[in-house]
Structure formats: structure tokens, C-alpha cells
């Protein structure tokens, strides 16, 4: 079954309040997916919020996902272990799916940003063929390289060291590729 479609316009509408609700209790906030890549027509919501643990602004964060519980469904354990939340907002249109992407230091958010952004075709054509191509891997919402220790009682375990990528701008220089506007990936 495929999902409702819903102008740009209002998706884009819907999505600023939110990001205006949360500016305040973030480091940085920003929109992703279809609505990034200005499709006409959009079925959900993407939105990363990158927030430094133990500061004002996250204690402030998580009360504000805490005022809001009965309507945000957290999801912390899905497979590639983002931390978000999902609500149905209902809007003058109809309801419509947000996805609320959580971004913590280790300095990830250019790998988030451009993850979330989409489409699954230019992540599994471009993004992660050249992550394998320099020996890293992305593993649970980071970019990792092999690590030049062991660990292990036996020092056999292969250890993995996080790759920062603080804005999408370093994703791409990091996989040696020139930066590619959203509305331009396929």
C-alpha cells in the first residue's frame, strides 16, 4: 500500500513549525528528505536535530519530547541504530508522518543529513559503495574506519573508530566526491 502524497508547500509548511518548536532546545535543526530535495509531492517528514548530552539545551530537548509523549512514539532500537521519533500530525490536509532524527557528538551530521535526505537510490548507489570503497563501514548512524587497535581478551576482536563528519560538506570531501544538491541526487 503506498502512502498519501501531500503538496510541498504545505509538507514544507508543517515542517518549519516543528523546526521552530524545537530551535531553542537545539544545536542545529534542519529538514530533510523529499521536502529537502523539493519533490512536489511528499508522503513524510524528515527532520535531525543535533543535541550535545548533559547540556542545558538537551535536558530542555528531551522535556520537550517529554511534554509531548502521547503523540511522539520513540524508536531507538530500529536495525541501524538512529535514535528517532515518529508522530502523525494531523494538518489541514490530512495526517502526515514526521520522522524526528536525533544527532549526538561524535560530530555526525553530515552523515545523517545526507542519509535522511535521500533518496535510497543515491544512498545505496553513491554514499555507501564509497564508504566501502575507503575500507570504512556505516554502522548504527556513524561512519566508522578500522581501528589501528584490538580488543578482545586475545587482542583478535576487530575494534572500529568513528570518522566525523560535521557537515555534509565533510561527508563528501571525506568520500572524495563533489557535493551533489539534494534536489540533484537520484
Same mark, same amino acid.
Given at each position: 500500500? +503506498?502512502?498519501?502524497?501531500?503538496?510541498?508547500?504545505?509538507?514544507?509548511?508543517? &515542517?518549519?513549525?516543528?523546526?521552530? $518548536?524545537?530551535?531553542?532546545?537545539?544545536?542545529? !535543526?534542519?529538514? &530533510?528528505?523529499?521536502?529537502?530535495?523539493?519533490? /512536489?509531492?511528499? +508522503?513524510?517528514?524528515?527532520? !535531525?536535530?543535533?543535541? !550535545?548530552? %548533559? +547540556?542545558?539545551? %538537551?535536558?530542555?530537548?528531551?522535556? #520537550?519530547?517529554?511534554?509531548? *509523549?502521547?503523540?511522539?512514539? /520513540?524508536?531507538?532500537?530500529?536495525?541501524?541504530?538512529?535514535?528517532?521519533? $515518529?508522530?502523525?500530525?494531523?494538518? #489541514?490536509?490530512?495526517?502526515?508522518?514526521?520522522?524526528?532524527?536525533?544527532?549526538?557528538?561524535?560530530?555526525?551530521?553530515?552523515?545523517?543529513? &545526507?542519509?535522511?535526505?535521500?533518496?535510497?537510490?543515491?544512498?545505496?548507489?553513491?554514499? *555507501?559503495? &564509497?564508504? #566501502?570503497?575507503?575500507?570504512?563501514?556505516?554502522?548504527?548512524?556513524? !561512519?566508522?574506519?578500522?581501528?589501528?587497535?584490538?580488543?578482545?581478551?586475545?587482542?583478535?576482536?576487530?575494534?572500529?573508530?568513528?570518522?566525523?563528519? /560535521?557537515?555534509?560538506?565533510?561527508?563528501?570531501?571525506?568520500?572524495?566526491? /563533489?557535493?551533489?544538491?539534494?534536489?540533484?541526487? +537520484?
Amino acid at each position: 500500500m +503506498s502512502k498519501k502524497e501531500y503538496p510541498l508547500k504545505y509538507a514544507m509548511e508543517e &515542517a518549519e513549525y516543528i523546526v521552530r $518548536q524545537f530551535e531553542p532546545v537545539t544545536e542545529r !535543526i534542519d529538514i &530533510a528528505g523529499s521536502i529537502r530535495r523539493r519533490k /512536489p509531492f511528499v +508522503s513524510d517528514i524528515e527532520i !535531525i536535530a543535533e543535541i !550535545i548530552p %548533559a +547540556s542545558k539545551k %538537551a535536558v530542555a530537548f528531551w522535556g #520537550k519530547v517529554i511534554d509531548m *509523549l502521547g503523540y511522539w512514539y /520513540p524508536h531507538v532500537d530500529k536495525p541501524n541504530g538512529d535514535r528517532f521519533f $515518529q508522530r502523525v500530525v494531523y494538518t #489541514k490536509i490530512g495526517p502526515i508522518t514526521v520522522d524526528f532524527f536525533v544527532v549526538m557528538p561524535p560530530a555526525q551530521w553530515g552523515w545523517i543529513y &545526507a542519509l535522511r535526505t535521500g533518496p535510497d537510490t543515491f544512498n545505496t548507489r553513491k554514499l *555507501l559503495p &564509497a564508504i #566501502k570503497r575507503l575500507g570504512y563501514r556505516a554502522h548504527e548512524g556513524r !561512519i566508522q574506519k578500522p581501528s589501528e587497535s584490538k580488543g578482545g581478551i586475545f587482542g583478535d576482536v576487530e575494534l572500529w573508530d568513528d570518522v566525523a563528519t /560535521p557537515t555534509e560538506l565533510d561527508l563528501f570531501e571525506l568520500l572524495g566526491m /563533489p557535493f551533489i544538491t539534494p534536489e540533484k541526487r +537520484s
